[in-house]
C-alpha cells in the first residue's frame, strides 16, 4: 500500500489549560478529498496549523509523505489556503498576477529571482481556477469568492499534490460556494490534487467530497462520504451539539 | 542654486545625501506602510534621539570623543531600539502596539536627560530634530550612502519573501519561510535608514519621509510595482522641492520636506475624487 500523503499519528494539543485535540489518528491518501467537519472551537484548525507545522503537537506525530514536520522541506508540495477574513490585508496594492506569482517564493528559493516565464505559469494557475480575466485586477476590488479562488492559483501554482483549505467559503455568496466546489472536485478529479478541507458548516459536504471526518476534539467518524450519508442526523447530533440538517450541493450544482 | 550645489561642498553633501535618502527612504517605507508598522518608524526616531543627544553629551564632557560622529551612536540606539520593540512585542502577544509607547517614551526620556546634561539645547541639536541644509558632513554622507548599499542589497535579496510577508503573513509561515528573521532584518535595516534620514530631514520628521509618499502613492496605484515606483518618484520631488526652498528661505528642510509631501499627498487624494466622480478619465 502506498504511503500516506499525511498521516496524523495520536495528535493531542493543548493551549494553556484547554485540551484541544485529543489522541488524533487520521491517514489522507492520495487523491482523497476530505472534509474535515466539526462545530466552532472542536479543533479543525488546530489541526490544519499542526499539519503545516505552525503548531507543535503537545504529543504524537504527523509525517508529511512519509517524513516528520520537522525534516519535510518540500513545502511546495503543500499548497495551503487560509481563511480569508483571518489573514490577508484587504487594503494591500497588488494585482491578481503579483499575488499568485508569490506562491511561487518557496519553490524558487531564497536569493533567486522569478523566472522568465513567470506570467506564463500565473496564466496557468488562473486559468485552471476560471480566473484568468483577471490577472491585472487589484486583489481588493475583487469579491470574496473571486479573492479565494485568486489564493487557491496561488497555491496551484508550485504544482502540489495536496491542497489544504481553512473554511475556504467564509464570506462567500451561497450562489458563488456551489461552483467554488465544482471547481474543486475539478481541480480533485482533472489533475489529482488530494484536498483536505475544513469547514463548520455540514451544508458544504457536497457529493464532490469523496472522505469525511467529524471531529470534535475527537476524531468521531473517519470514512468514506456515502457511509457517513448513511449516519441517521441523531448520531450526527449527538456529537455535534446541536441539529444537525444535511444538504445536498453537487446535485443543486448539476441543475 | 544649481551653481551653489557645485560650487559648495556643504550644498553637494545635502543634496547628494538628501537624493539617496528621497529614494530608500520611500522605497522601504512601502513594506512599512503595508505591514502596519508606520508608529515603529516613529518609536525608532525617538531612540535615535537619544543615541544622538547621549554622543553630543559625550562629545561634550569626554575630550577624546570630541569629534565623534553622533550618527553612529544614532545608529547603535536605532538598531538597539528595533531589537528591543521586536523583543517587547514577543513578551505582550496580544498587546503587540504597547512596544511603539514603551521604546518611544524610553528614547524621549533618555533624550531629555542627555539634553539637560549637555546644558540646553545647541543649535547642534536643532539641526538633529528638524533637519539642516549646511550641517551635512561629508563623512554623513559616507554614511548614507552606506546605507543605501545595505537597503538595496537587503531589498534585492529578499522582495519577494517581505511582498509575502507584508500581504499574508500565515501563508508566509504555511510556506516555511524563515518569517521571523527576515522580520527581525527588516527592523534592523529600518533602523538604518531612520538615522542616516535624520540629518536631512531631522529626527522628529525621519518617518514622516518613509510614510507620505507611500501613503500617496497608493491612493493611485494598481499594483505593487506601481506603488513602489510612485512612492520613490514622490519621495525625490519632495526632497528636492523641499531642499530647494529650505536653502532659498532659510527654513528647516525638515519642514519644507514633509510640508510637500503633505501637498502631494492631498493632490492624490484631489485626483482620486475628481477621478472617481468622472471628471478626470483614468
Known amino acids: ?75 511546495e508540495r503543500i499548497g495551503y489556503v487560509s481563511q480569508k477574513s483571518n489573514s490577508f490585508n484587504t487594503g494591500f496594492p497588488a494585482t ?71 473554511e475556504p467559503t467564509v464570506g462567500v455568496d451561497s450562489k458563488n460556494v456551489k461552483s467554488f466546489y465544482h471547481m474543486l472536485s475539478h481541480l480533485n478529479r482533472e489533475h489529482n490534487i488530494t484536498i483536505v478541507l475544513v469547514t463548520h458548516d455540514v451544508d458544504a459536504v457536497s457529493k464532490s467530497i469523496s472522505h469525511v471526518a467529524c471531529l470534535n476534539k475527537r476524531i468521531h467518524f473517519h470514512g468514506f462520504k456515502n457511509e457517513m450519508d448513511q449516519m441517521s442526523d441523531e448520531q450526527l447530533e449527538a456529537w455535534y451539539g446541536h441539529a444537525v440538517r444535511k444538504v445536498d450541493h453537487q446535485s443543486e450544482v448539476k441543475s | 542654486m544649481i551653481e551653489s550645489i557645485f560650487q559648495y561642498e556643504f550644498l553637494q553633501n545635502a543634496f547628494s545625501s538628501g537624493l539617496i535618502i528621497g529614494f530608500i527612504a520611500p522605497l522601504l517605507g512601502v513594506f512599512i506602510v503595508v505591514r502596519r508598522l508606520s508608529l515603529i518608524a516613529d518609536a525608532l526616531s525617538h531612540v535615535t534621539l537619544a543615541g544622538i543627544a547621549g554622543s553630543l553629551y559625550l562629545s561634550q564632557s569626554v575630550g577624546a570623543l570630541a569629534s565623534l560622529n553622533p550618527l553612529y551612536l544614532g545608529i547603535v540606539a536605532s538598531v538597539t531600539g528595533s531589537l528591543f520593540i521586536e523583543r517587547l512585542r514577543r513578551l505582550y502577544k496580544h498587546y503587540e502596539e504597547l512596544a511603539i509607547p514603551i521604546i518611544m517614551s524610553a528614547g524621549l526620556g533618555f533624550g531629555a536627560i542627555f539634553i539637560s546634561l549637555a546644558e540646553g539645547f545647541s543649535s547642534d541639536l536643532f539641526g538633529y530634530l528638524f533637519g539642516s541644509v549646511s550641517a551635512v558632513s561629508r563623512q554623513d554622507l559616507w554614511i548614507v550612502i552606506g546605507i543605501a548599499v545595505i537597503v538595496i542589497v537587503f531589498l534585492s535579496l529578499f522582495f519577494k519573501e517581505l511582498f509575502v510577508l507584508s500581504f499574508d503573513e500565515e501563508y508566509a509561515k504555511a510556506s516555511g519561510l524563515p518569517a521571523k528573521w527576515i522580520h527581525v532584518l527588516f527592523m534592523i535595516v529600518t533602523a538604518l535608514v531612520i538615522a542616516g534620514s535624520m540629518r536631512i530631514v531631522g529626527i522628529l520628521l525621519v518617518s514622516s519621509l518613509m510614510t507620505l509618499p507611500v501613503a500617496a502613492a497608493m491612493r493611485i496605484s494598481k499594483s505593487f510595482k506601481q506603488s513602489i515606483f510612485l512612492s520613490v518618484l514622490f519621495g525625490e520631488l519632495a526632497v528636492i522641492i523641499g531642499l530647494i526652498s529650505a536653502f532659498y528661505l532659510n527654513l528647516a528642510p525638515g519642514g519644507t520636506i514633509v510640508v510637500t509631501s503633505i501637498i502631494i499627498l492631498l493632490l492624490t487624494i484631489l485626483s482620486k475624487k475628481l477621478e472617481s466622480k468622472g471628471v478626470v478619465s483614468g
Open chain 1, 1 to 75: 500500500m502506498a504511503t500516506p500523503l499525511i498521516n496524523l499519528h495520536n495528535i493531542s494539543y493543548q493551549y494553556e489549560q484547554t485540551k484541544a485535540l485529543i489522541d488524533i489518528n487520521l491517514k489522507i491518501e492520495e487523491g482523497d478529498f476530505l472534509a474535515i467537519i466539526g462545530p466552532n472551537g472542536s479543533g479543525k484548525s488546530t489541526l490544519l496549523k499542526i499539519i503545516l507545522g505552525l503548531l507543535k503537537p503537545t504529543k504524537g506525530e504527523v509525517l508529511l509523505f512519509g517524513k516528520p514536520v520537522p525534516q519535510f522541506k518540500e513545502k
Open chain 1, 96 to 166: 491578481v498576477t503579483e499575488v499568485v506569482r508569490s506562491g511561487l517564493v518557496k519553490k524558487i528559493g531564497l536569493f533567486h529571482r522569478y523566472p522568465a516565464n513567470v506570467n506564463k505559469e500565473v496564466k496557468t494557475a488562473l486559468k485552471s481556477v476560471g480566473m484568468d480575466e483577471f490577472a491585472m485586477k487589484n486583489i481588493g476590488e475583487l469579491s470574496g469568492g473571486q479573492q479565494q479562488r485568486v489564493f487557491i492559483a496561488r497555491a496551484l501554482i508550485s504544482n502540489p499534490n495536496v491542497l489544504i483549505l481553512d
